[in-house]
């Protein structure tokens, strides 16, 4: 027996791309942040894409009054080509004690708006979907760099060392694909795991979870030896992080068995529960991420879906069907997270890498021609629960909706925030890498103290 197939056959039902990519381990220890925190968990909604804020957290009356005409001012220069201003298909109403307006795509979220920060000045650096998608989840327009969850989990470790820190729901990949949720030069320990969220029953979900030819106790007996060998290696090799982190990964994975059967089941919860849920892949994400946080996992990212579905080039009303596939499940999970006692202990963002443009799309390309552009000087992300002031809005883009001009809000500055949720100050929180003290903020970053509860 070779090395190769020693290593293979260890792993036994699991098999080694199940151990690589799926069943990546949890962090081993619990750790303390730098102070008292508001937060212990992080879900992230992500509306792949570019939600547009225009029509759904940010209303531009403007647009209505100058529909069809060109933006006052020099011609500004797009990714595409943009033509006229485009008023939103879609109504906006005030809801709630704050009365904050939201758009008629938005009824279930609308309601429960007064849980929500609303931070319409966001902006970011580039205006294509791989270099932004990196920074909203990594904070660097290049890949390499630990994603958001992997510095979650590196900072606070996990409560269930039988789960993963940081798991990643999508069915599909969105754009880019592994790097957004890469621990780069961290130890592989801290990568999210991907699971790809089309299935419903555990067993299709994580493949070769069960181990049809050992049992438990043998699988331990293996697990022992591996451990019982590595030790003899490192006894005179020295330490090796990379050797320490896929020993680690294989005893989660090991651990995993017991606890996946039942956390990533859905249907034990009751119907009533997942009705509210179980009307989009996007929502049954949603009800997995309660479960997990539940559970103890640390951050639990829920995409949209596969690819780009935001990306409303040629028709901007395709958000609505979106929506409805979005709203009700952020609003259940709003709802169960109070439920279970779990809301003001978890911070919720939802978000996209940036949003479009208050124009019209006009490059010559489109069928219909009612679409929008990315736009990266302005657009919205919601923040909720722990740590964070609910019915409040924070900032402002231009009359159109185009960029931020009011307590401009970079990328930067909302994970510094986040840490600050989860309590770390973002300049401390730092790896040694290649000489150099690296951090998810790199060098930037401004908590945002106005919309901390």
């Not at 999210?192 to 438990?216: C, D, F, M, S």
Request: proline share 5%; glycine share 10%; net charge neutral.
């Amino acid at each position: 027996m070779n090395r190769r197939t020693f290593f293979e056959t260890l792993g036994g039902g699991f098999g080694m791309a199940a151990l690589q990519g799926v069943l990546q381990g949890a962090p081993s220890l619990v750790r303390q942040p730098h102070f008292a925190p508001k937060a212990k968990h992080v879900i992230f909604l992500f509306l792949n894409g570019g939600m547009s804020q225009v029509d759904t957290f940010d209303p531009k009356p403007a647009l209505a009054k100058y529909d069809g005409q060109p933006m006052p001012g020099p011609k500004i220069k797009t990714d595409r080509a943009s033509g006229s201003l485009m008023r939103s298909p879609w109504s906006f109403q005030k809801y709630g004690q704050s009365g904050i307006e939201v758009s008629e795509i938005f009824p279930h979220v609308a309601k429960r708006i007064d849980d929500f920060c609303v931070v319409r000045s966001m902006y970011t650096d580039s205006g294509n979907h791989g270099p932004s998608l990196q920074i909203m989840n990594c904070g660097h327009q290049l890949p390499g760099r630990p994603s958001m969850g992997s510095w979650v989990t590196y900072g606070l470790g996990t409560e269930n060392q039988n789960l993963p820190g940081f798991v990643v729901l999508c069915p599909g990949f969105p754009v880019l694909g592994a790097s957004l949720w890469s621990s780069g030069y961290m130890p592989s320990i801290f990568n999210g795991v991907h699971i790809q969220n089309a299935e419903i029953e555990p067993e299709k979900l994580i493949h070769n979870l069960r181990n049809a030819e050992l049992t438990p106790t043998d699988q331990q007996r293996q697990l022992a030896l591996l451990d019982k060998l590595n030790r003899k290696f490192l006894a005179r090799a020295g330490a090796d992080t990379g050797l320490e982190a896929a020993v680690a990964s294989m005893e989660s994975a090991y651990r995993l068995q017991s606890e996946a059967t039942e956390v990533f089941d859905i249907r034990k919860e009751p119907a009533a529960v997942r009705e509210r849920y179980d009307i989009s892949d996007f929502g049954r994400g949603c009800l997995m991420a309660l479960r997990l946080v539940e559970k103890g996992v640390r951050m639990v990212q829920v995409y949209y879906g596969n690819f780009q579905p935001w990306d409303s080039h040629d028709d901007i009303r395709v958000h609505a069907k979106l929506a409805q596939k979005t709203d009700g499940a952020i609003a259940a999970l709003v709802d169960d997270l109070k439920s279970r006692g779990l809301f003001d202990e978890t911070l919720i963002l939802v978000a996209s890498e940036f949003g479009r443009t208050p124009m019209i799309q006009n490059s010559g390309l489109e069928k219909l021609g009612q679409g929008r552009d990315h736009n990266t000087p302005g657009f919205t992300v919601l923040l909720a629960g722990g740590g964070i002031k609910g019915g409040t809005t924070y900032g402002a883009t231009d009359d159109f909706g185009f960029a931020a001009v009011e307590k401009r809000t970079h990328v930067h500055d909302l994970h510094a925030t986040m840490l600050h949720c989860l309590g770390f100050d973002h300049t401390k929180l730092t790896y040694r890498h290649a000489g150099r003290d690296f951090r998810l903020t790199d060098v930037h970053g401004n908590v945002i103290r106005d919309i901390l509860a």
